[in-house]
Structure formats: structure tokens, C-alpha cells
Nanobody, 124 residues
């Protein structure tokens, strides 16, 4: 079992930066692949980024590649998403999620555990 709690969302101006965090409880965090997804109003939840157990493998959606960085600290049971050069299209609720395998990480149905989400709003 993994419980996930996101934090760090907020309001930021276009071009700004924000870091969201996801704190996990449960013994299986260090063996889990972690992902970030986002959902804007009226849209499907979409993949943003994922990171393997050791942090050596990272994956990004094309819309955020080069602007966002996913990282993790297994000693702190926390995964981060650093978001730079934000634009209004990045406005969404950001969710972290956990899964056991490092396959098909962009597919939300493969994730077993989800946090409650944190709102990120980018003003123009």
C-alpha cells in the first residue's frame, strides 16, 4: 500500500516556476515507479512525467520536455516535479501516482495509487 499526498501547487505568472511535491507513506515507495499526471477542466487526465525506482530512468510528455524535471528522494519518500517556463496551458490539477512496473508509464490505467491532486494555475 502507498498513500500519496501532493503539495506545492499555487498561482504563478506565465514564464515563472513552481515545484510540486508528492510525499508517500508505505514501505513500497522505493520500489515503485512514480508518475505525474494533470487534468485541466473539461479534459482527460494526461501523462506529464515518470521516474523509475532509482531515479535513473525518466520520461516526459512532449508538451513539457525541456521545461519540467521529475526527481525523487527515496530517503524522504518524496517525488518532485520542477516546472519552469510555465504557460497558461499548464494550468491543471496535478496528480502523482505510483505503479510497480516501468512499462507503459504514460498510461494512467497502469497506476495503482493516486494522490488527491494539487492545483496549479498559470496566469497570462
Amino acid at each position: 500500500q502507498v498513500q500519496l499526498v501532493e503539495s506545492g501547487g499555487g498561482l504563478v505568472q506565465a514564464g515563472g516556476s513552481l515545484r510540486v511535491s508528492c510525499a508517500a507513506s508505505g514501505r513500497s515507495f522505493s520500489s515503485s515507479t512514480m508518475g505525474w499526471f494533470r487534468q485541466a477542466p473539461g479534459k482527460e487526465r494526461e501523462f506529464v512525467a515518470a521516474i523509475g525506482r532509482s531515479g535513473g530512468n525518466t520520461y516526459y510528455a512532449s508538451a513539457v520536455k525541456g521545461r519540467f524535471t521529475i526527481s525523487r528522494d527515496n530517503a524522504k519518500n518524496t517525488v518532485y516535479l520542477q516546472m519552469n517556463s510555465l504557460n497558461p496551458e499548464d494550468t491543471a490539477v496535478y496528480y502523482c501516482a505510483a505503479r510497480q512496473t516501468l512499462v507503459a508509464v504514460t498510461i494512467k490505467n497502469g497506476y495503482n495509487y493516486w494522490g488527491q491532486g494539487t492545483q496549479v494555475t498559470v496566469s497570462s
